[in-house]
């Protein structure tokens, strides 16, 4: 019977040594498990960071290049039209059709992609033109009623889009007098004054329905200051609207004769125009160009950023006026190999990450 008990509770002792065993081995899995998972977290961060620095050095790279290529066509001289090297668009390509590279490293550049485009910004008409000395312009109020009439939109918002400028932009003159000043005073008080937009995206800041945004973006843009329109690069669109007395069909003629020959003054267009339209003010049109959009998308294997800039040319001087740089994610379910036109813009990018402003 002794021998009995003593065999149970060796047998009991021994169960009790294997399942200590087991849990000390499990443990030690999920701890190993654990580190390596960490590492390859770590790892996994830190090639992402360097590939994001690196797509910036690539696009800063670029938007220099787009900068010297708009400071010899100001050398160049002559008007700005869609026909010079500026506005052919740079299809997605490789990097290392760019570079001379070492061979060794040949097979990480040819993983990068890099495509981009020089857009004229003042071939769209400016938001901003709404406002001249502290009120609402009346020529450019009638020329943004008329775009959208054309484009079927209710021209009634084009009130409220103007008033709203001029409230965020502020009066230009105070009141005449300390009783009107302080009437002023107590109105500006009672009303709510909205923030000024700097993209087209934030326009509804102003009153502008987000339906009438998407519509109106190929044909409007938002500059710092006023600007005239450039009758070599504007739509169809933009110069019914912005010459009255012009419609439709004799905007599409003017810009099939631009396309045969660019206007070298404004006296050039003149005599296409119909015998009832208005006058073209200097200082509303003109055929040359100081704001430049320009666009960049790099692809590096799953990593897509996209960059946007805003240049201001004064003579041979190119400056930026702001930069904003997005991380674009791949569509799902869509080969992202395939070369792309770098016409769409990153806001139009589905799942699209927090847009980072950059400093010039």
């Not at 760019?98 to 992609?113: C, K, N, R």
């Not at 709404?130 to 918002?157: I, N």
Request: charged share 20%.
């Amino acid at each position: 019977m002794r021998q009995g008990r003593a065999r149970t509770l060796r047998c009991a002792q021994g169960g009790a040594a294997l399942l200590m065993a087991l849990l000390t081995v499990a443990l030690v899995a999920t701890l190993a498990s654990a580190a390596l998972w960490r590492q390859w977290r770590n790892v996994e961060v830190e090639a992402h960071d360097r590939s994001r620095m690196q797509a910036g050095w690539v696009l800063s790279g670029a938007l220099d290049w787009a900068r010297l290529i708009l400071r010899e066509d100001a050398r160049a001289g002559g008007p700005d039209h869609l026909g010079e090297p500026w506005s052919v668009p740079l299809q997605e390509s490789r990097l290392s059709t760019f570079l001379a590279i070492d061979p060794g490293q040949s097979d990480a550049a040819d993983e990068v992609f890099l495509s981009g485009q020089i857009t004229d910004a003042q071939s769209r008409m400016n938001v901003r033109n709404l406002f001249l000395d502290g009120k609402v312009s009346e020529p450019d109020q009638q020329a943004f009623a008329r775009l959208f009439e054309l484009l079927g939109l209710e021209p009634a918002e084009v009130d409220t889009l103007a008033a709203n400028l001029v409230l965020a932009l502020g009066p230009a003159a105070p009141a005449p007098d300390a009783a009107a000043s302080e009437a002023a005073a107590d109105d500006s008080a009672t009303r709510e004054v909205p923030l000024l937009p700097r993209r087209l995206d934030q326009l509804a800041w102003l009153g502008l329905s987000e339906a009438s945004a998407r519509v109106l973006t190929p044909y409007i843009t938002l500059l710092p200051v006023r600007t005239p329109l450039n009758i070599n690069s504007a739509s169809a669109e933009a110069l019914a609207a912005s010459i009255p007395g012009l419609d439709l069909t004799d905007a599409q003629a003017i810009v099939s004769a631009r396309q045969r020959a660019p206007f070298r003054a404004l006296a050039a267009l003149i005599p296409l125009l119909p015998p009832d339209s208005a006058a073209l003010v200097p200082g509303r049109f003109s055929v040359g160009t100081r704001f430049f959009d320009v666009r960049g998308r790099l692809r590096m294997e799953q990593l897509i950023v996209e960059e946007r800039s805003l240049l201001l040319r004064n003579g041979m001087e190119v400056s930026i006026l702001w930069r904003e740089r997005a991380r674009a994610e791949p569509t799902p379910g869509v080969d992202a190999s395939p070369v792309r036109p770098a016409s769409a813009p990153a806001t139009a990018t589905a799942g699209q990450g927090p847009v980072l402003t950059m400093p010039p």
